[in-house]
């Protein structure tokens, strides 16, 4: 009885895990920011920036699908789903969690770009979790996907503002200075966007955090 099913056994299991591995090396790769002209190249975007970068690297274009900019990019054995949602910051989570439903990515593979004025500009610290902090792209991400159990990617944008101007400052563009750098920093973001994908969570904050 064992040797007449045991080849079928094998051909469910062998299936089982090649759905299970496509599924595992699939990741979406979210930037955030804000669609329009008025928000191009503004400090709360730079999430946008660093998709970009992934996708112009990867030598892949974007095309508008249902609630965002997704991209299709291959990296060794690894699919990165790249989206650029145009719902605008405060519903960022409603793409999230459509593109992770219709692609079949479970939340350990979400990785969201993102700015940060608790870091000075350049500075790039990955985390496997964590709280919004008050961005309200990430606070709709968690209240729809009802967990901070995802990883994020934050990008310093600095904090160069009076009391009362913070959201002035996070829609203002950077400065000759920051722009002069701005490219080394959106490689490098690129590069841990790509080592996340590839050797983990824990090995590309290992790796990259303190860079």
Known sequence: MFDKHFPLFLFVKNDFLQ??????????????????????GTRHNIGFRIVNAVAEEAGVKFTERRYGAIAIA??????LVLLKPNTFMNLSGNAVRYWLQKENIPVENLLIAVDDIALSFGSLRL?????????N??????????????????????NDFSF?????????????EELEKMPERIKQAAEMVKSFCLAG???????YNHK
Do not use: C
Not at 19 to 40: A, R, V
Not at 74 to 79: D, L, M, P, S, T
Not at 137 to 158: K, M
């Open 19 to 40: 759905q299970f591995q496509s599924i595992s090396m699939k990741y979406l790769i979210t930037g955030l920011g804000n669609i329009g002209p008025e928000y191009l």
């Open 74 to 79: 291959r990296v060794k054995n690894a699919e």
């Open 127 to 135: 985390k496997p979790k964590g709280s919004h902090a008050g961005h």
């Open 137 to 158: 792209g990430l606070h709709h991400i968690q209240d729809v996907l009802g967990s901070d159990n995802y990883a994020r990617l934050r990008f310093g944008i600095g």
């Open 164 to 176: 009362g101007r913070q959201i002035d400052y996070v829609l203002s563009r950077f400065t000759p």
């Open 201 to 207: 969570v824990d090995e590309t904050m290992n790796r």
